[in-house]
């Protein structure tokens, strides 16, 4: 259980800010050179956003093969950072489980690339 105190609160307007959208995993591949296992994801967010990358520490929970098709949640107003070899240009959504392992954040059925977070 996260034993992390509750942040303060915020303005909706500082919620809304933030631009999560739902994509499907196309790619999924590890990173060889990463300090802590991680894999290369390629997302498709919609015609809107297009294609981007991320880095995920999801080696725990799921295989490349497993992560292909999956739909996952994605910060995609964020800068790109640079992890390890890979610039990641969003951020995967996921929480931790009992153990601390990365479970990803999904919609319950399949929505279409694209959608925002509301």
Request: charged residues 20%.
């Given at each position: 259980?996260d034993q992390?105190?509750?942040?303060?609160?915020?303005?909706i307007d500082?919620?809304?800010?933030?631009?999560?959208?739902?994509?499907?995993?196309?790619?999924?591949?590890?990173?060889?050179?990463?300090?802590?296992?991680?894999?290369?994801?390629?997302?498709?967010l919609g015609?809107?956003?297009?294609?981007?990358?991320?880095?995920?520490?999801?080696?725990?929970?799921?295989?490349?093969?497993?992560?292909?098709?999956?739909?996952?949640?994605?910060?995609?107003?964020?800068?790109?950072?640079?992890?390890?070899?890979?610039?990641?240009?969003?951020?995967?959504?996921?929480?931790?489980?009992?153990?601390?392992?990365?479970?990803?954040?999904?919609?319950?059925?399949?929505?279409?690339?694209?959608?925002?977070?509301?």
């Amino acid at each position: 259980m996260d034993q992390t105190p509750s942040p303060d609160p915020i303005a909706i307007d500082d919620f809304l800010k933030l631009d999560v959208r739902v994509g499907t995993i196309v790619e999924a591949a590890p990173i060889p050179e990463a300090r802590r296992p991680a894999y290369r994801l390629v997302i498709d967010l919609g015609p809107a956003i297009g294609v981007r990358k991320s880095s995920a520490q999801v080696t725990v929970h799921y295989t490349p093969d497993s992560l292909i098709g999956r739909q996952v949640l994605c910060v995609v107003n964020l800068p790109p950072r640079q992890v390890g070899p890979v610039r990641s240009e969003v951020l995967t959504l996921g929480v931790p489980d009992g153990e601390g392992a990365v479970v990803l954040i999904a919609p319950e059925r399949p929505v279409p690339n694209g959608g925002r977070l509301y």
